[in-house]
């Protein structure tokens, strides 16, 4: 699995450093608890930066190496923080038979970024993403929580995109 | 000591009777959306489909504005509007159903709510415009049920998804739930249950099809004082969507199964680990919880017999390989989600070192009807070794893209072409790839083989999760074949060998093959590597990740040796591959020129156009706008 080093800056605030410490004090005792502080914090924090990993390795006396293989095995763990418009696309089956990898294409053209990477900016971020279970609408994107299916040809994105781009 | 709630309903039943009673004061509003005209004296439902496909295509905004227009006719309180699961339907969502004259309406639109309200739920006249198109047959209307998608389908997994309320406990009840485990409680012992579970001859839905009575008897014959039951709902097949479809549509059937896999093994506590991406499903199985706690059908001293069992639910974090039983085991356990080597098995060895059974949710699903029915009920459908049905998830180029259950033994014709409504567009079949990346594409010529695990195997395929989709002529079988390795190398975990570096082998040699630099002997190699990566690797992933190569090797040989000998794509999918080219029927309309993206295309107005294939970036466009099928792939 490809993981991207972060590259932003940590921003993290002392409300959330909080936040996060008040919820490991909650889960810690339970068995196996470290996947679901991992899947908390970064709901709190957007995604899981080292800094963000070193606090939860000195809260639950889990090493950080054994925390570093958790964050960097499962794809839902980021390493970067989604952009402000984020855009992913399904590969699942049904769209990519569907032409989904032309769409990705268009889009990546689109916004001058690689699938997997956010903008310096923190503006767009592009996921190219698995199966997202909405087979009947194939192939579909999703920006943001707005889902477009059935497209009918790459070029279609890119009145979509504008919506977002010039807002 | 019956307590009421607020909606008086009883909680904390401490017998069978209270729940039985519980079920006849709820059983006539169900069987109004059951065809029972009767039942209906009068009242009417509107049943409207809350699954996830429904829900991307809007239905939400659909129920709102149902809600409004009910509420400004007055009839807020005279029809009952109903969020139902999945109907299977996908494709032509947001789904509306009317009962209990039944009434389908497909593709709904806000717009489109006004006219149903006012000229059908008042007038009692449908609205034929906006009714599921193959029910009406020369301009007569049929039942929904008497069309090719639903009169092949037998529904026991999916019985309840489409009519009742996920989110209502008492709902499930009417429909005879939670009996299933309030008889196995009180009237038969463990090992009664497991037989009665062996006898029905069910196996495992999950993938590998093994016999789930013969798990549960191992789990019960190892002494422990713990043992676990795990329900995995970690769907990571791409485009197998039954799972969530039963954990958003029928959430307490699974909860009822567990509990009696639980008092089947001597288990008390149980675990559901589920895709993180499927939040409607987490959702409706949290408030499920909650009720079946609520209710005591979880809990402590259950029924009034000292049987104590509760669940918790775990979310994946979206690795594939956590599909597998003791990769997920070990996830549970908070750890990368590694499979680990079997023997010992779950059964012996499993969660936390406990003896563990892991199931699938639709053979959970499954469960409570054969214990309430007896054995013979499902296996008297299906054939000998594979009973009961099947839930498969079709997509892909097909018409009735959705979710289908058929009796095991169906053929693949009949899912695709009646069930599925054959291929848009008037193009032929030429493959279904049944399993996801651990199955194989099987021809179109072996679509008369009735479907069980054992014929999927022995033709090169897998029954797996239960994903299947149809592909057409403009499919490439080399590139789906790379897709779906390009899929299984990713999510290799990489902690065996053949697994980890086989499969990145075989990646390079098919890259090399579309992208036309294939050589004489690579089919040979692809099959020796495939061969020993399925032998030598640690878990199920590995096992089979070779297969979708394998079988298109071997229905598909000749688009292989085309690709490497004559390096061409006959599909026009691999791009190295092809160009195109326009023929003698141009008229020189100039659709094409205007239409292309990178201006590639020459020509003046009524003279034959010409491409430049420098320039060409093989988009598409121009073969998709040309009106006289003047341009081909060659």
């Not at chain 2, 990145?504 to 990566?533: C, F, S």
């Amino acid at each position: 699995m490809k993981k991207i080093k972060t590259t932003a800056g940590f921003m993290g605030t002392s409300e959330q450093k909080e936040k996060l410490i008040a919820m490991i004090a909650e889960h810690k005792d339970i068995k196996g608890s470290i996947m679901p502080i991992l899947q908390k914090a970064q709901e709190i924090y957007g995604y899981l930066p080292l800094e963000v990993q070193q606090i939860i390795s000195d809260e639950t006396g889990v090493s950080m190496s054994e925390i570093y293989g958790i964050v960097t095995f499962y794809s839902q763990f980021v390493l970067n923080p989604k952009g402000e418009i984020a855009i992913s696309v399904c590969m699942g089956t049904a769209c990519y038979v569907k032409g989904a990898k032309d769409i990705l294409d268009r889009i990546s053209a689109n916004i001058g970024i690689k699938p997997g990477e956010t903008s310096k900016d923190g503006r767009y971020s592009l996921d190219a993403t698995r199966c997202i279970g909405a087979c009947g609408l194939a192939p579909v994107f999703l920006v943001n929580e707005d889902v477009y299916g059935r497209i009918e040809k790459p070029e279609d994105v890119d009145d979509i995109l504008k919506k977002y781009t010039e807002s | 000591m019956i307590k009421l709630t607020l909606n008086g309903a009883w909680i904390n039943m401490k017998n069978i009777n209270e729940l039985t009673a519980l079920r006849d004061k709820f059983k006539n509003s169900i069987a109004i959306r059951t065809g029972d005209t009767a039942a209906a004296n009068g009242e009417k439902h509107v049943l409207v489909c809350g699954g996830t496909g429904c829900h991307s295509s809007g239905c939400n905004a659909i129920l709102k504005k149902l809600k409004e227009s009910l509420k400004t006719h007055g009839l807020e309180d005279k029809i009952k509007v109903v969020v139902t699961g999945c109907h299977g339907l996908c494709a032509l969502g947001p789904l509306i159903i009317t009962h209990p004259d039944e009434i389908f309406y497909e593709l709904v639109e806000p717009d489109d709510i006004e006219e149903i309200v006012t000229k059908h739920l008042i007038g009692g006249e449908p609205v034929l415009r906006k009714v599921y198109h193959e029910a009406i047959v020369d301009g007569k209307l049929i039942s929904f049920h008497e069309t090719d998608f639903f009169k092949y389908q037998h529904k026991i997994s999916l019985k309840n998804c489409g009519i009742i309320d996920p989110e209502c406990i008492e709902e499930y009840i009417a429909r005879d739930g939670y009996q299933a485990l309030a008889k196995a409680l009180t009237t038969m012992t463990p090992l009664e249950v497991i037989d009665m579970v062996k006898a029905s001859g069910i196996r495992g839905r999950g993938g590998a099809g093994f016999l789930t009575g013969r798990k549960w008897a191992y789990a019960y014959l190892t002494d422990s004082d713990k043992k676990y039951v795990v329900c995995n709902a970690d769907e990571g097949d791409p485009g197998a969507f039954m799972d969530r479809s039963i954990l958003e549509g029928d959430p307490h059937a699974v909860i009822e199964a567990m509990a009696i896999a639980g008092y089947a093994i001597k288990a008390d506590e149980g675990f559901v680990y589920v895709r993180a991406e499927y939040p409607i499903a987490v959702n409706r199985f949290e408030i499920a919880l909650k009720q079946a706690r609520d209710f005591g059908l979880l809990g402590t001293d259950i029924f009034g017999t000292g049987f104590n069992f509760d669940i918790n639910i775990r979310l994946g974090a979206g690795a594939f390989v956590c599909g597998e039983e003791t990769a997920l085991l070990t996830s549970i356990e908070g750890h990368r989600g590694e499979p680990r080597p079997r023997p010992p098995f779950p059964a012996i060895k499993g969660l936390f070192g406990k003896p563990t059974i892991l199931n699938n949710v639709e053979t959970f699903a499954c469960i409570p009807p054969v214990i309430l029915n007896g054995p013979e009920w499902l296996s008297k459908l299906g054939t000998e070794n594979s009973t009961g049905t099947k839930v498969f998830a079709l997509g892909g180029k097909i018409k009735n893209i959705g979710l289908v259950e058929v009796p095991m033994g169906t053929t693949l014709r009949t899912v695709a072409e009646q069930v599925g409504g054959g291929i848009p567009n008037g193009k032929a079949f030429k493959a279904a790839q049944t399993g996801g990346p651990s199955g194989g594409c099987i021809p179109a010529e072996l679509f008369d083989i009735p479907i069980d695990f054992d014929n999927l195997l022995s033709i090169g395929s897998m029954m797996g999760s239960g994903g299947m989709i149809i592909m057409d002529e403009d499919n490439c079988m080399v590139d789906i074949a790379r897709y779906f390795l390009d899929f299984t190398v990713e999510e290799s975990c990489g902690k065996c060998t053949p697994c980890r570096i086989g499969t990145q082998r075989m990646m390079e040699i098919l890259e090399n093959i579309t992208e036309g630099r294939g050589e004489v002997g690579d089919l040979e190699k692809l099959e020796e590597l495939g061969e020993h990566i399925k032998a030598s690797s640690l878990c199920g992933l590995g096992m089979t990740a070779p297969n979708p190569i394998l079988s298109t090797i071997k229905y598909f040989r000749h688009e292989y040796e085309t690709h490497i000998n004559d390096k061409k794509c006959a599909s026009g999918v691999c791009k190295a591959l092809f160009q195109y080219v326009i023929n003698e029927k141009c008229i020189g309309c100039t659709i094409c020129k205007r239409a292309c993206p990178t201006d590639a295309i020459c020509g003046e107005v009524k003279k034959p156009h010409f491409i430049m294939q420098e320039k060409c970036v093989k988009c598409g466009v121009c073969h998709d706008k040309c009106k006289f099928s003047a341009i081909n792939i060659g």
